[in-house]
């Protein structure tokens, strides 16, 4: 099926370890973006990339960058990580015409404990 | 600057009986208005879009909004609760900003649905 795919769907790490979240999209879509979710804040953008080669933060972009691979993938990285990132991960992209008509496709999320 | 709230944090229904899930957005720009439902352990589906047309919008599975612009709202309707809606509820507001969509979300109503 069509859409956005995240990998992997569960993971826990420990405070200071790595790890790289990855996404792909098979829509054709220019835009794609990473949000975090937390328990009442909705979701919050960390990183996005309007189209391939470009990449700029967010509202939370602190302790993760992010690598546009190529048109379909983009990947969120934890260099060190934090108790404070525990979080539910999203991975969506977009359509971008200039014209504010198109939602986002989202993924199944990316469910982070870091203890 | 853009924002948005939502009013309930959480909403109760009878199946059977009206929903109502209120939605105020603030805008600099001409927004689009999206809402997006999210059921447990799952990425977030698009609802329904408000983009400059109607202003009484209807989405998937009986779900309907209506844009007021003097009362900058827009909530969530549907006539008749199915247990299936249980679910929780963001409303967003996106604006056209040079090479990107910038979407906001507010922090979710979660709604239940008793038998």
């Known amino acids: 099926n069509a859409g956005v795919t995240q990998t992997p769907k569960f993971q826990v790490l420990k405070t200071g370890q790595s790890m790289t979240l990855q996404c792909a999209q098979d829509?054709?879509?220019?835009?794609m973006y990473w949000y975090r979710q937390d328990p009442g804040m909705g979701l919050r953008l960390i990183y996005y990339?309007?189209?391939?080669?470009?990449?700029d933060k967010g509202e939370v972009p602190n302790g993760y960058n992010v690598s546009r691979l190529n048109k379909r993938e983009f990947s969120l990285r934890l260099e060190s990580a934090a108790p404070s990132q525990t979080s539910v991960y999203f991975c969506?992209?977009?359509?971008?015409?200039?014209?504010?008509?198109?939602?986002?496709?989202f993924g199944s999320g990316t469910r982070l404990t870091v203890v | 600057a853009q924002s948005v709230t939502q009013l309930d944090s959480h909403v109760s229904v009878s199946e059977g009986t009206p929903v109502l899930l209120r939605c105020n957005y603030s805008?600099?720009?001409?927004?689009?208005l999206f809402w997006y439902v999210q059921h447990p352990n799952k990425g977030l589906q698009l609802l329904l879009k408000?983009?400059?047309?109607?202003?009484l919008v209807k989405g998937i599975n009986g779900f309907e909004a209506e844009f007021k612009k003097s009362e900058t709202s827009f909530h969530l309707t549907k006539p008749s609760a199915h247990m299936s809606d249980a679910a929780e509820y963001f409303c967003?507001?996106?604006?056209?900003?040079?090479?990107?969509?910038?979407?906001?979300f507010g922090a979710g109503t979660r709604l239940t649905v008793k038998p």
């Open positions: 805008s600099s720009y001409s927004p689009s």
């Open positions: 408000y983009t400059s047309a109607a202003t």
């Open positions: 969506a992209s977009s359509i971008f015409t200039g014209y504010s008509d198109y939602g986002y496709t």
């Open positions: 829509m054709n879509h220019n835009s």
């Open positions: 967003v507001v996106s604006t056209e900003l040079y090479n990107n969509n910038d979407m906001r």
């Open positions: 990339s309007a189209s391939e080669g470009t990449t």
